[in-house]
């Protein structure tokens, strides 16, 4: 098959996170199956406007701001030029709505729907924007085929009008060769809690801030390392300051994967308290290093959460319960122990391989090439 997809960012961009990560994961295996595999998205500074990377052709074309504007003019080009097979559509901010102006078999891929959750991380202006713009996806929509990576999104889709039967639901795999304990990297001497993550207002750090500052109060040794950048931080290192845990809080910026993986391995508790996700994957990457998660009762990390068993889930805002999850597992290591055996269990059933075969195939079964 020829395939176009279309995506606001590519793994390359400065900005890209799991949305990238997610859909290159899919295309460059289904690349190396022989299929051709195009990708439009917005330009950076430095990124070239065209290359193959791992058998992907990315096309890149404006930038972060203006890409929604001038996108349909390239896609038209592109389709005019090329005959494809299938057009690949993956919204993760303001919606392209692609039917207008294309008519080539269809797949809406959707990590998450971002609805009132986008006011806690904008302005009002900007976040009605982005809400008003999101409202008619499942109008204009309807009738194509969706992919979800969890059922609060399929869930999501289905309450706004999305037939179940147009709606499936793949996984994330991860990369077990990377996230592991090969090392045998032995836990931190001391109580260790870790936040691996962008740092955005949403993410809702500062629950797990003063969450913190509540454990520390009974397990005075424990310290708590948040990895990551994002334009959040200056609130958080202030939120610190005034809680006198200056010492006892750690900010690292962004790290390379091996030392991710190291604190993976070491911490003795990631937490994920963020407001919504489309899944989740980092649970899912600290269960397969051996270590349990506590994360929000919230969409998409409730689906990546087996509650009880690979992890511990908490009403979301929720800071004196969020404390008491922490407290619950830092003080009893035989539980703690059972969860890191049940998440490396959990964590044994995802992977890219067999995520981007059930994507082939419904790639197929759309393009009416079975």
């Known amino acids: 098959m020829k395939i176009l997809a279309l995506n606001w960012q590519d793994l390359k961009n400065p900005m890209s996170g799991g949305a990238e990560v997610h859909l290159e994961e899919l295309l460059r295996r289904i690349a190396a199956k022989g299929h051709a595999v195009t990708l439009l998205c917005s330009g950076f500074a430095g990124g070239p406007s065209e290359e193959m990377v791992d058998g992907i052709r990315i096309v890149r074309a404006g930038n972060r701001y203006n890409f929604n504007l001038i996108a349909p003019f390239h896609l038209r080009r592109l389709v005019k030029r090329e005959r494809y097979d299938l057009f690949l559509e993956d919204i993760n901010k303001i919606p392209f709505y692609t039917p207008f102006y294309l008519r080539l078999p269809s797949i809406i891929i959707i990590p998450h729907l971002f609805s009132t959750a986008v006011f806690e991380e904008i302005n009002w202006v900007l976040g009605s924007y982005i809400y008003l713009a999101e409202r008619p996806l499942t109008r204009v929509y309807r009738r194509k085929r969706f992919c979800v990576i969890s059922e609060s999104t399929a869930a999501d889709l289905v309450s706004r009008g999305v037939g179940r039967d147009n709606i499936r639901v793949i996984h994330c795999g991860i990369d077990r060769s990377l996230y592991n304990n090969d090392h045998g990297y032995r836990k931190f001497d001391y109580p260790a809690i870790l936040y691996l993550g962008r740092i955005k207002k949403y993410k809702s750090i500062q629950h797990l801030i003063a969450?913190?500052?509540?454990?520390?109060?009974?397990?005075?040794?424990?310290?708590?390392?948040?990895?990551?950048?994002?334009?959040?931080?200056?609130?958080?290192?202030?939120?610190?300051?005034?809680?006198?845990?200056?010492?006892?809080?750690?900010?690292?910026?962004?790290?390379?994967?091996?030392?991710?993986?190291?604190?993976?391995?070491?911490?003795?508790?990631?937490?994920?308290?963020?407001?919504?996700?489309?899944?989740?994957?980092?649970?899912?990457?600290?269960?397969?290093?051996?270590?349990?998660?506590?994360?929000?009762?919230?969409?998409g990390l409730r689906d990546s959460v087996r509650d009880g068993a690979s992890g511990l889930l908490y009403e979301y805002g929720n800071v004196g319960q969020l404390a008491e999850k922490i407290l619950a597992l830092l003080s009893d290591p035989e539980r703690r122990g059972a969860l890191e055996q049940g998440g490396r269990q959990w964590a044994a059933q995802f992977d890219w391989d067999l995520a981007a075969g059930e994507f082939l195939d419904l790639c197929l079964e759309t393009a009416g090439r079975r």
């Open 211 to 299: 969450a913190f500052a509540i454990v520390r109060r009974t397990v005075v040794d424990a310290r708590l390392t948040i990895i990551g950048a994002g334009d959040y931080l200056a609130a958080l290192q202030e939120q610190t300051r005034a809680l006198d845990l200056d010492d006892a809080v750690e900010f690292t910026g962004f790290v390379p994967s091996a030392a991710k993986v190291e604190y993976l391995c070491r911490s003795h508790v990631m937490v994920y308290p963020s407001l919504r996700e489309g899944w989740g994957l980092t649970n899912i990457e600290a269960n397969s290093c051996g270590t349990a998660v506590v994360a929000a009762d919230s969409p």
